[in-house]
């Protein structure tokens, strides 16, 4: 029987360096699956279709609310975000980990469904870099940099939700963070009790044939 997949769930604050970290990640642990989300926001310099987002019209994106098709979704700064359900419980039911990257809403949702999942709540190490890493993409105007800033600062009260934290201050240091994460969730005992229940079945068979 195959052992379901380990569903992988990072968020934190726009401008933690969520995305950053995942991009790190994945060569790191090839073994994993990253699940691409859905957006109807213009997509920013150097990003690709298929790659960073799978870029909807909002007439696409509610379209697939209506279909169930999501296994969350979220709009946040007047655009949609969601995760599509089909590709993350094929990987799960195949035995593969994956890695969903999403805002807090989101996770919150996939909490409800999924509570076994690991949750990791990324953060910056100050609210000052925090605000240097939102000016520093560029894209934003006065005003959406304050609607920004003080979103993401409301957001570092939800830490609680979640079952892990990690703090971003390098990208590597982050990564080996949430490596160690993983690798002690697999191994852990309230995801393998099956496994271990079985082994000390058959140990106690064991010891009975020997008395």
Not at 21 to 30: F, I, S
Not at 45 to 63: A, L
Not at 96 to 125: C, H, M, S, T, W
Not at 127 to 142: D, P, V
Request: net charge negative; proline share 4%.
């Amino acid at each position: 029987m195959i052992q379901k997949g380990l569903l992988v769930v990072l968020s934190g604050p726009s401008g933690a360096g969520k995305g950053t970290v995942c991009k790190a990640m994945l060569p790191a642990m090839p073994e994993m699956g990253y699940s691409i989300s859905c957006t109807t926001r213009q997509p920013r310099q150097g990003e690709v279709e298929g790659v960073n987002y799978f870029f909807k019209t909002r007439e696409q994106f509610e379209q697939m609310i209506r279909n169930d098709e999501l296994l969350e979704w979220a709009e946040v700064y007047g655009n949609y975000y969601g995760t599509p359900l089909r590709y993350v419980e094929e990987q799960l039911s195949e035995g593969r980990n994956v890695l969903l990257e999403i805002d807090i809403q989101g996770a919150l949702q996939v909490k409800k469904k999924y509570p076994n999942g690991v949750f990791i709540f990324l953060i910056p190490p100050s609210l000052e870099e925090l605000k240097k890493r939102i000016l520093g993409r560029g894209s934003e105007t006065e005003e959406s940099f304050k609607l920004r800033f003080g979103s993401a600062a409301e957001e570092m009260n939800y830490i609680n939700e979640y079952d892990y934290v990690v703090v971003n201050d390098k990208v590597e240091q982050a990564v080996d963070r949430i490596r160690s994460i993983i690798y002690a969730e697999l191994c852990s005992v309230k995801r393998n009790r099956e496994y271990y229940n079985k082994l000390i079945q058959e140990g106690t068979k064991h010891a009975v044939s020997f008395d």
